[in-house]
């Protein structure tokens, strides 16, 4: 996450080149990506671990 944060830096450097920004903009993208995948892996396993909760309660 401080990754995303310093490349959002980095890209609202005026003085920053095309190419340069590029490549920070395709990490970026890319480190979204894993972190929006986790956090669907938290949510699932947050959901699982209610539904057992609530399983074993009714039982």
């Known amino acids: ?3 995303l944060e310093e490349i959002a830096s980095s890209l609202e450097d005026t003085t920053l080149d ?4 590029l490549k920070l903009y395709e ?7 894993e972190c929006t995948e986790q ?4 949510e699932l ?3 699982e671990l209610k539904n ?8």
């Open 52 to 59: 057992k909760l609530l399983n074993d309660i009714a039982n």
């Open 27 to 33: 990490e970026g993208m890319i480190l979204a990506k």
């Open 45 to 47: 396993k947050i959901t």
């Open 18 to 21: 095309l190419e340069d920004a």
């Open 39 to 42: 956090l669907k892996g938290a």
């Open 1 to 3: 996450m401080s990754r």
